[in-house]
């Protein structure tokens, strides 16, 4: 993957359990962010295909149709860089892991792997050579207590709603890293506790697989990336406004 040469903001985590390697330097993760701020109705869809449109006007706010859209256009732009195409040429699939629908992480030939989270104020991408979810969620989501019921499994203890939103987030970038999304119960994830430094602690499906998880500051927001590695990982946090609006 490319390095990124403007990066505002820069985290490091490792996973739980960690083997021997020759090559022991950090794996990148670029993560682009949009705030729905820096937004207008001069987003630039020219790049989208036709069934990205349709994705994104199926939105019922619409914020969140621009959020959508402005997702599927950072996807092309990261790809297209990688590639040396431009982004409207750049052919991006969609499979979803239960249905097989046309749907579920976006994948480019020859790109990075990519992994995308949208909605309440931001879109974001997370690029890296190896298997990689992202989930973002605004800080103080209303309603956030309802799921605890499904989120936590028996050995995680009860949290209050900034505890719970965090798990969450953490939770969804790992079933998005592993590929299963949301097939997997979020139950049968177990991560560190909400004010402890990012980790997995026990993915179920495959207790023995390495996966590495980290907190992204973001303002208002909670950020979190999980790459199936048993090394560290860098994220590279760049603004991603200007690529996508007029």
């Known amino acids: 993957m490319r390095r990124s040469h403007a990066a505002p903001g820069v985290a490091q985590a490792g996973p739980v359990t960690r083997a021997d390697h020759a090559?022991?330097?950090?794996?990148q993760v670029r993560v682009v962010v949009v705030r729905a701020g820096a937004l207008s109705d001069g987003l630039a869809e020219g790049v989208l295909s036709e069934a990205e449109r349709v994705r994104a006007r199926a939105h019922r706010r619409p914020e969140d149709r621009r959020l959508s859209a402005t997702a599927s256009a950072l996807v092309r732009v990261i790809a297209g860089q990688a590639l040396g195409a431009r982004p409207e040429s750049v052919t991006v699939t969609r499979r979803c892991p239960a249905c097989g629908g046309p749907h579920g992480a976006p994948f480019v030939d020859g790109a990075p792997l990519l992994s995308v989270?949208?909605?309440d104020g931001f879109a974001v991408v997370a690029a890296c050579d190896l298997p990689v979810g992202v989930d973002v969620e605004p800080v103080g989501r209303v309603g956030v207590g309802?799921?605890?019921g499904v989120l936590l499994g028996p050995h995680e203890?009860?949290?209050?709603?900034?505890?719970?939103?965090?798990?969450?987030?953490?939770?969804?970038?790992?079933?998005?890293?592993?590929?299963?999304?949301?097939?997997v119960p979020l139950s049968d994830v177990r991560v560190s506790a909400p004010h402890e430094p990012a980790a997995v602690v026990r993915y179920g499906p495959r207790p023995g697989l390495a996966i590495a998880l980290a907190d992204v500051p973001l303002g208002g927001a909670h950020l979190s990336v999980a790459v199936v590695t048993d090394r560290q990982i860098q994220v590279l946090v760049e603004d991603g406004a200007s690529w996508v609006t007029r």
Do not use: F, I
Not at 23 to 27: E, G, I, Y
């Open 146 to 148: 309802s799921v605890a």
């Open 157 to 183: 203890p009860p949290s209050d709603d900034a505890g719970l939103l965090r798990t969450w987030v953490r939770k969804e970038a790992v079933v998005k890293a592993t590929g299963v999304g949301l097939t």
């Open 117 to 119: 989270s949208h909605g």
């Open 23 to 27: 090559d022991v330097r950090p794996v």
